[in-house]
């Protein structure tokens, strides 16, 4: 089995309970879900499972798991008229801290079974679901036929096999422990992300905290926003090296990095950042996977369509809103504005546009309803219709956009979030966009729902600079002991000299006060 992941926070293993009866499938036969019918239950007992740590993990810090005993329960079921077959995947510790982790997936999967691990390891009853589809990153299960969407399979995704999780996994753990969850909660980021939100907007009393981290909300605006630095590209048919696209990115952290009085390789709060890249049109650029170069006038206007909010062709907001926010200057641009390049008989390098695949798909199955769709022929003004067309036919379905968490509130439910600064799929802005319009609802925001930004971080994992590898710790304390989080701790990961600092509660921004770099009294939160 691969490696897998941990953390080193401290939520421990108090209270341990037992499993009260065996890993068997009869354990869980009465198992139920309302508006589902079981069609199989099989059970493995992995004793003494051990993993070593490995950088890339689901919001936590890298851990070594060692001698881990756990059943595994995969309970497959379907909803009777709908022609779908679901599996939950549920890990129960032998030794129980009396809590539940639901886990989110990523891209077009809708949980990650090799992050069940690392909160079994910790204790928990551990769940993910496949969602009714292949846990891949393809969409080729997204049409029925040409022109026909498979509807069924695309709820399934977006929110009800979430909410049927944690009600297959709750009854599972009453089955095998004898009693249900005293706590339960979510973790995902990016997909898992908008997952942990569309469960505090539709299913506001499954968990009592969830971490969502980087979320794709938004999404029928955000997916299609993902693809208009290739439309620029295609439209002026210029298609820059992803050298060349990093070479600007560079520039600009060399411009901007030393704003905040520490010279540390990324940039403390983009927003600072006023680098124009028409400034370095000409410089040369070094690239260790083809031709050298020298940065040209396509490239400027490439990443500035990348960095940029983007309007409608006619320059117009859409109901008042841009369509889409871009990275944050300084943060790599490898998702949004990727190139493939060859070289042809002549010794010259000829590139194309890579659009995000997630994006591209989107289009292909659900706005084209065409698996044969060409991406590239797109013009400027029907990119505007895509764009419409996704928020009038999926809003309802994917959006996961409701600033109304009343519910949420009410039921006692904890929301935690970070987004990393230097993200390069999703940008910080789209977060903070949803924020400002659950606060413009509710004024007590506070008392449930807190956000964190996350400088020099990128998309769920570490970069250069601070990771909150220890925010589910905060999120139990939150929940259990109501001790709410006004900072989040983070350090560097991977990096050879160890840096930690306090995350700032969001609106209020992490500045350098002066002193050691590395050291978290030398930063203080600011409100502007």
Request: proline letters at 6%; hydrophobic letters at 35%.
């Amino acid at each position: 089995m691969k490696a897998f992941f941990g953390s080193a926070i401290l939520i421990g293993q108090a209270n341990s309970v037992k499993a009260l009866r065996p890993c068997a499938a009869s354990t869980f036969s009465n198992v139920s879900l309302r508006g589902g019918q079981i069609l199989e239950i099989s059970t493995s007992l992995i004793s003494n499972f051990s993993a070593p740590p490995t950088v890339q993990s689901l919001n936590q810090y890298p851990e070594a798991i060692i001698g881990l005993n756990v059943c595994e329960a995969n309970i497959t079921y379907t909803h009777p008229g709908l022609n779908d077959t679901i599996t939950a995947s549920i890990w129960l510790p032998l030794a129980w801290n009396g809590r539940m982790m639901g886990i989110g997936g990523g891209g077009w999967m809708t949980g990650n079974y090799f992050a069940l691990p690392w909160p079994a390891a910790k204790g928990f009853v551990a769940v993910m679901t496949d969602g009714g589809h292949v846990l891949s990153e393809s969409n080729s299960w997204g049409l029925k036929s040409s022109g026909n969407v498979d509807w069924v399979l695309l709820n399934d995704f977006a929110s009800i096999t979430l909410n049927d999780a944690a009600t297959i996994a709750k009854a599972a753990t009453k089955s095998f422990y004898g009693e249900l969850p005293k706590f339960s909660y979510y973790n995902g980021c990016s997909t898992g992300g908008r997952q942990g939100y569309m469960l505090a907007q539709r299913h506001p009393k499954q968990y009592d905290g969830i971490l969502a981290t980087a979320p794709g909300i938004n999404w029928d605006r955000m997916i299609v926003g993902l693809l208009h630095p290739q439309v620029v590209m295609n439209q002026k048919r210029i298609y820059p090296p992803l050298c060349e696209i990093d070479a600007f990115s560079a520039a600009a952290i060399a411009a901007c990095d030393e704003l905040d009085g520490v010279k540390d390789g990324f940039i403390l709060d983009p927003s600072t950042c006023k680098f124009d890249p028409t400034t370095v049109i000409g410089q040369p650029y070094n690239c260790s996977t083809g031709p050298s170069g020298t940065l040209s006038a396509d490239g400027a206007a490439i990443v500035t369509a990348a960095w940029s909010s983007v309007k409608t062709v006619d320059g117009r907001l859409l109901n008042g809103r841009p369509l889409s926010y871009g990275p944050s200057m300084g943060a790599p641009l490898l998702g949004v504005a990727d190139t493939v390049c060859k070289l042809d008989t002549n010794n010259s390098t000829t590139c194309i546009g890579n659009p995000l695949a997630v994006a591209s798909q989107w289009v292909k199955y659900y706005l084209a309803k065409d698996e044969t769709f060409d991406f590239s022929t797109v013009t400027r003004r029907q990119y505007d219709t895509l764009y419409r067309q996704s928020i009038n036919q999926y809003s309802s379905i994917m959006g996961t956009s409701d600033p109304d968490l009343t519910e949420f509130k009410q039921s006692g439910g904890k929301l935690l979030t970070w987004h990393g600064l230097d993200d390069q799929l999703l940008s910080p802005n789209n977060t903070i966009e949803y924020w400002e319009r659950v606060k413009k609802h509710d004024p007590e925001i506070d008392d449930y729902y807190r956000l964190f930004e996350a400088p020099g971080t990128l998309h769920c994992t570490p970069g250069n600079g601070w990771f909150p590898g220890d925010a589910m710790d905060s999120l139990v304390q939150w929940v259990e002991k109501k001790v709410a989080p006004e900072h989040l701790r983070a350090k560097t990961v991977g990096l050879k000299e160890e840096r930690i600092v306090d995350l700032c509660k969001w609106p209020a921004k992490l500045v350098f006060v002066g002193g050691d770099a590395d050291v978290v009294e030398s930063y203080t939160c600011q409100y502007s």
